[in-house]
C-alpha cells in the first residue's frame, strides 16, 4: 500500500477512534506509538496523519502532552463519502483557498458585463435552492465555477473542475448539515456568497479573495458539529 493511503487510512481510522469512543472536545487521542499499534502502521505515517487532522482543525498537539481532539466531524458526513475519502476531501480545501481565492480577485478585475450577469444569476439561483428545503449543492457549483470562468484564464477553470468529485461531496454535506442546524447556518451561508458577489461586481479584488477565503473556512469549519 502507497504512504499516501496508510496516512489517509490513519486519518479515517482516528476520525473513527474520535466517533465511536466518543471522544469530547479536549479529549486526548492515543499516543503516536498506541495509533500505529492499532493500524498496525509505523508511527511516520500516524504523524502524518495527524498533522493533516490539526491542519483541517479536527485535532491539535500540545508539546509535550500528545493530540487532542479540537473538533468532531459531523456524524451525517458519512452519508455524503467514505471516511478513507476525507482526508483527499478536506485537503482539497488547501488547494481550494489558493486556487478560488485568487480567481474571484481575477474576476473582480477582469470580468465582463456578460460574466456579471452570469455570476448575478447564478447567485439568484443559489439564493432560492437556500431558501427552499430542496438541495442546493448545483446551484452552489454553478456560481463557484461562473466566478472562475470570469479569471479569463482557462487553466483556472481546467485546474477547478479537476476537483470536481471533492469540491461536490464537500458541497452536498455542507448544505445537508447546514439544513440539519438552526436557520441562521443557511443564513450564514447565503451571505457568504452575497459578499463575494458584491466585491465582483463594484470591482475590488482584493475584497473579493477575502470574502472567498472566508467562505471556504466558514465552509471547512460547517462540516463540523
Request: hydrophobic share 45%.
Amino acid at each position: 500500500m502507497q504512504e499516501g493511503r496508510l496516512a489517509d487510512r490513519a486519518y479515517a481510522g482516528i476520525i473513527e477512534i474520535i466517533n465511536t469512543e466518543d471522544l469530547e472536545i479536549g479529549n486526548r487521542l492515543p499516543s503516536e506509538a498506541r495509533l500505529a499499534e492499532i493500524f498496525g502502521i509505523s508511527r511516520t505515517m500516524v504523524r502524518e496523519a495527524l498533522v493533516r487532522l490539526a491542519s483541517d482543525g479536527i485535532t491539535e498537539a500540545r508539546r509535550g502532552a500528545g493530540s487532542f481532539v479540537k473538533r468532531r466531524p459531523s456524524m451525517r458526513l458519512g452519508s455524503h463519502m467514505q471516511m478513507m475519502d476525507l482526508s483527499a476531501t478536506m485537503g482539497s480545501y488547501e488547494v481550494r483557498f489558493v486556487l478560488e481565492a485568487e480567481a474571484a480577485r481575477l474576476a473582480a478585475m477582469r470580468r465582463s458585463v456578460e460574466q456579471m450577469s452570469a455570476i448575478q444569476r447564478a447567485m439568484d439561483n443559489l439564493r432560492a435552492a437556500l431558501i427552499s428545503t430542496g438541495p442546493a449543492h448545483l446551484e452552489d457549483m454553478l456560481l463557484h465555477r461562473a466566478i472562475v470562468l470570469a479569471t479569463a484564464n482557462p487553466v483556472f477553470l481546467s485546474c477547478f473542475d479537476h476537483m470536481h468529485e471533492e469540491v461536490d461531496r464537500i458541497m452536498r454535506a455542507g448544505v445537508d448539515i447546514s439544513r440539519s442546524r438552526p436557520p441562521e447556518a443557511i443564513g450564514a451561508m447565503l451571505n457568504e456568497h452575497e459578499m463575494i458577489v458584491e466585491a465582483i461586481k463594484v470591482q475590488d479584488g482584493d475584497a473579493a479573495a477575502l470574502a472567498m477565503r472566508w467562505h471556504l473556512s466558514q465552509g471547512r469549519k460547517r462540516l463540523m458539529p
